[in-house]
């Protein structure tokens, strides 16, 4: 079954309602959504908290488990499940970053992470759940080691950028990092030795990079393409030979494999890959794209295409879209407009899921 643009359908399931102000992130929680365990996914809001909301087994319906407040004083722009679903990180634009602990029903702040000058724009985990990540206002990226007994320790600040940085990104399997910025680039991370973290690759206007800010960037599954979008109002796709870099050969740059552009005619906020091998964009024209990779293999042909357009997915801008990990088929999407949408992606013939 190929991924052609006239056979799904993006089905709006619920709007999760209960934030006071614009919704900035989602994030679902690892290992949920899957063998009989509710699908479980993080909000986070210039309202100064953080949403929990879990399905309910019976009627499938998303409902908030709990709040976490009181401990953020500014907009909580990112957040993010350690890979065990242990820990949710959260970055707020009070400078610190927060560490939660799901104890119980509820969930504990257990640590508090100083150290960045102004706002705290995004916070990512490697693969691992060794490293944690976060980058801010004050063009710096931050690489965090997690010690036992819920201690963060910082082992490098990453001076590069010359602007305020977007987001951070670990590789889905190697410790290599990725960040985007108001600078017009993306910047790859990687380790010389010991803690030794050096910028191996700047992917800028140069080298068929982006015009203006890149807000996001996702890998897909096999960590060898990546896709990041900008208020250029373009999505790019990069490849790297990942065998070459797993063989610790050397280090294969990333390349411009093709632009997809003229598809949002405003900012494009945020992009996603799914584990299925569908990208999702939202953008600042309260729209939702999906693009999936032409099946066809031809040389010089349109490399990816336009699956599926959901026009007024919001009433305002989307600021993130997140495919749920679990192979469900679900879309979290989040907006100025303070919900959040959960979407199903379904097929027209007999509503079928698409190839898992």
């Known amino acids: ?24 992130n989602v994030a679902w929680k690892p290992a949920t959504g899957v063998d009989g365990v509710p699908a479980v996914l993080a909000s986070c809001s210039g309202d100064k908290t953080v949403r929990i909301w879990e399905q309910s087994p019976s009627s499938g319906s ?51 992470l100083e150290g960045h000058e102004n706002e705290v724009k995004s916070v990512s985990w490697n693969a691992s759940g060794s490293l944690l990540a976060t980058c801010g206002r004050d063009k710096s990226v931050w690489i965090w080691e997690v010690l036992p007994g ?8 990453l001076q590069g950028h010359t602007q305020d940085v977007k987001m951070v990104e670990w590789h889905p399997n190697m410790d290599i990092l990725f ?24 992917l800028a206007e ?20 990546m896709a990041t979008c900008s208020d250029d109002l373009t999505l790019k796709i990069w490849g790297a030979e990942l065998l070459r870099m797993q063989s610790g050969d050397s280090y ?15 900012t494009i906020f945020s992009v996603h890959w799914s584990r299925e091998g569908i ?8 729209a939702i794209r999906l693009f999936a990779e032409n099946g066809d293999g031809l040389v010089d042909g349109p490399k990816y295409h336009l699956l599926l357009k959901k026009d007024k997915a919001h009433d305002m801008d989307v ?38």
């Open 1 to 24: 079954m190929s991924l052609s643009d006239e056979s799904f359908q993006l089905r709006d399931l619920q709007t999760l309602e209960g934030h006071t102000d614009r919704v900035w």
């Open 62 to 112: 998303f409902q908030c488990k709990a709040v976490l407040e009181e401990t953020h004083t500014r907009t909580v722009r990112s957040c993010a499940w350690s890979p065990s679903g242990k820990l949710l990180a959260t970055a707020s634009f009070d400078a610190t970053t927060a560490i939660w602990e799901h104890v119980g029903d509820d969930y504990e702040c257990v640590s508090t």
């Open 150 to 157: 819920n201690e963060f320790e910082c082992v490098s600040v």
């Open 179 to 202: 960040s985007c910025s108001y600078d017009n680039t993306i910047k790859v991370w990687a380790e010389d030795g010991d803690d030794d973290w050096h910028c191996v690759q700047t």
């Open 206 to 225: 140069a080298n068929n990079g982006h015009t203006s800010t890149v807000w996001a960037l996702s890998f897909n599954a096999t960590g060898d393409k």
């Open 252 to 266: 294969a740059p990333w390349k411009h494999i093709c632009t997809l552009s003229g598809y949002h005619d405003r």
């Open 279 to 286: 990208i999702a964009s939202g953008a600042a024209d309260d």
């Open 319 to 356: 600021n993130s879209v997140r495919w749920s990990s679990a192979g469900n088929s679900l879309l979290a999407s989040a907006s100025d407009d303070g919900t959040i949408k959960i979407w199903e992606l379904t097929s027209l013939a007999g509503h079928e899921k698409p190839p898992q």
